[in-house]
């Protein structure tokens, strides 16, 4: 009987595969979120009445080693975690220190001096007022002589 599940053995077509899709994936998504899986630190991002607000997950983290940075369009959190060592022979691992860095395209154009940040058991919530919405206007032609 033959086998319907295709087996690899993890050989030299899967590692030029993965490197293919990597190339695509950094060349026509570099802008969007990260999400599942690798992504850090995890943000959430909520489009409320009058702002966009970001809720993200820094734990263990002070928060003077970390930097919010806005432009109209674009969120950069970048910062570093120290990890604490614990006593005696590690014997698991699954927490993980060192820098970070994320940035990604809003939907929508923010009012950047007017971004507001604070951090509150291990999350850091940033608060981005959207531009209010273009308005268009008759524009009256002059005539000139």
Do not use: C, H
């Amino acid at each position: 009987m033959r086998d319907l599940i295709r087996r690899t053995n993890g050989g030299e077509v899967d590692r030029i595969r993965s490197g293919i899709d990597q190339v695509f994936a950094d060349a026509f998504f570099r802008n969007w979120p990260l999400s599942g899986q690798g992504a850090f630190p995890p943000v959430d991002l909520y489009n409320t009445e009058g702002s966009l607000v970001a809720l993200v997950s820094l734990p263990g983290a002070d928060i003077n080693d970390v930097e919010v940075t806005a432009n109209n369009d674009t969120l950069s959190i970048q910062g570093e975690i120290k990890a604490e060592t614990g006593e005696g022979e590690l014997l698991w691992q699954e927490r993980t220190g060192g820098k970070f860095y994320r940035s990604f395209k809003l939907p929508l154009p923010i009012k950047t001096d007017q971004v507001d940040a604070s951090f509150k058991a291990g999350v850091l919530r940033i608060e981005m007022p959207k531009v209010d919405e273009l308005k268009s206007r008759a524009i009256k032609i002059k005539e000139t002589k």
